[in-house]
Each structure stands twice: as C-alpha cells, then as structure tokens.
C-alpha cells in the first residue's frame, strides 16, 4: 500500500498521515506549501505541491512518485475542506471541484481505495452549515461523484470535529442518513479513515460518526460490516 494524503496539512490530514506512518504505510502528502508542511509532518512523508483546484498539479504529482519509485500510490485519502473566509466560491472549488479533480486522476491512475472525509447532514440542503456558502451541499455533490465513478471507496461523516485528547466516549458508526448531531474527536475519524483501507467491510459504503457515552465498544471490523 502507498496512500496520497490529500488535505495533510489540515487538523484531520495529518493525524491520518500520522497513523499510515505508524502503521509502515509510505505517504505522499499533497499541498499547497511544501516548506510550511515540512515543519508539520513526519520527516518520512514525501511532499508534493499543488492545489485540489489544479487537476493538472495533481496528476503530476502523481506522475512524479510513480516515475522516481517505480510504484504509484494505490490509496487516496482527501480530508481537504475550505477554510472558513469570505470566498463565496470555497466549498464549491475546494469541496466539490477539488474532490472531483482528485477522483478523476484517482480513476485515471488505477487507485484501488479512495477514503474521503465529508460531513454528518450531508445529504440535509436545509441545514444551518450550507449558510457558509453551501459547504454541505457541495460535499454532497462530491460524495456522489464518487459513488458514480466506479471507483471503490469508504465516504466518512463525523459530526462535529474536536481535538480533546482526554475524550473517553466510544465510537458510533451509522448508516448513510441516519444521524443528525454529535461530535467526535479528529483522531478517531482518522483512524476510521486508516482503517477503511483494511477492512473488506468499509468498501462501497457511507459511515456516518459520532462518540457517544454509554454506547458499546465495537472492533471495526463488526461497525463497518453493521453498516448497510
Ligand atoms: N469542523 C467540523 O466540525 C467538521 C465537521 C464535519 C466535517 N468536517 C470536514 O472534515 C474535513 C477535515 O476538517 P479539518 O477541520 O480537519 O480540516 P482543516 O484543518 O481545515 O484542513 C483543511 C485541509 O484542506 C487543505 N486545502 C484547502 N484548500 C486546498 C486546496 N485548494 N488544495 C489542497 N489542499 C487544500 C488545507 O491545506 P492548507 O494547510 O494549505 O490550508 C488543509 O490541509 C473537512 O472536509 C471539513 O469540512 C468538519
């Protein structure tokens, strides 16, 4: 396995860098500041600049780590999103034409597991998040490209993202459709995320996530299998 971590740099990208490390995986980080990720990820990880928006960088990235280790990655991760600003046209460009961009060269150069991180209400156009300017819905938009692509793939939904290390809750995974609130912790949506990549139960399929207290420990294996 060799995985392109797209969003790497971002809260949620690497701490998904972090565990394929830990686990031997070689990554490639993509981004858009190679310098200013260099201080952010393990020293391990190869770099490749480019931008989400910029099909083109993407390919060629790609291009450049099968051409110099005669081994493309065969994994994709995208946890990219928008930074919150007051570009109107960020969801849109970032998270639909970016995740487009990324699925369209995973097509093209024979990804076998495309893992996308998206968002709990996703499928919900009513919903107070597409205030920023329309963030679930073009989430949405990306998830079902994927679904169409014919490329294998584990979409993932976390509710509310937070960083508390000292978060005990146990881990709620649910079909596409079925939560509407909650939260969980960065580190526990990457680890669905690396876990996707090696359990035959994640393919083909929409998590949605939460923590909860009070709910039962499950291993992966039997949560992505109850998934439908
Ligand atoms: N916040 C929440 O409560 C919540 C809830 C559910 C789902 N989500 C979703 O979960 C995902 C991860 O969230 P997060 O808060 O961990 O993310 P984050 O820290 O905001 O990181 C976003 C990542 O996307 C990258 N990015 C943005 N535009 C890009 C572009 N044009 N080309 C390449 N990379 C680009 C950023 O790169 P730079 O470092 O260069 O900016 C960064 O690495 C996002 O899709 C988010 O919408 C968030």
């Known amino acids: 396995m060799k995985a392109f971590v797209a969003g790497a740099t971002g809260a949620t990208g690497s701490k998904i860098v972090n565990q394929l490390v830990g686990r031997g995986v070689p990554v490639v980080a993509f981004v858009r500041d190679a310098a200013a990720a260099r201080d952010k990820l393990p020293i391990e990880v190869t770099l490749k600049e480019g931008s989400v928006t910029d099909k083109e960088s993407i390919r060629k990235a790609m291009d450049q780590v099968r051409s110099s280790t005669n081994e493309g990655c065969t994994v994709l991760l995208s946890a990219t999103g928008a930074r919150p600003g007051f570009d109107p046209t960020g969801p849109y460009q970032v998270d639909y034409e970016g995740n487009k961009n990324l699925i369209d060269v995973a ?102 996530i939460v923590a909860q207290d009070n709910a039962n420990p499950q291993p992966y294996e039997a949560m992505f299998a109850g998934v439908a």
């Open 107 to 208: 097509k093209e150069t024979g990804i076998e597991h495309f893992v996308m991180v998206s968002s709990l209400c996703a499928s919900r156009f009513f919903h107070p998040l597409n205030l920023f300017f329309l963030i679930l819905y073009w989430k949405h938009q990306a998830e079902a490209y994927l679904q169409a692509s014919g490329l294998t793939y584990t979409i993932v939904r976390p509710g509310g993202l937070k960083d508390d290390d000292a978060d005990t809750r146990t881990l709620v995974m649910a079909p596409a459709d079925t939560l509407s609130e909650g939260s969980v912790t960065r580190q526990k949506v990457a680890e669905v995320c690396v876990e996707a990549l090696y359990l035959p139960q994640s393919r083909n399929k929409i998590v949605e």
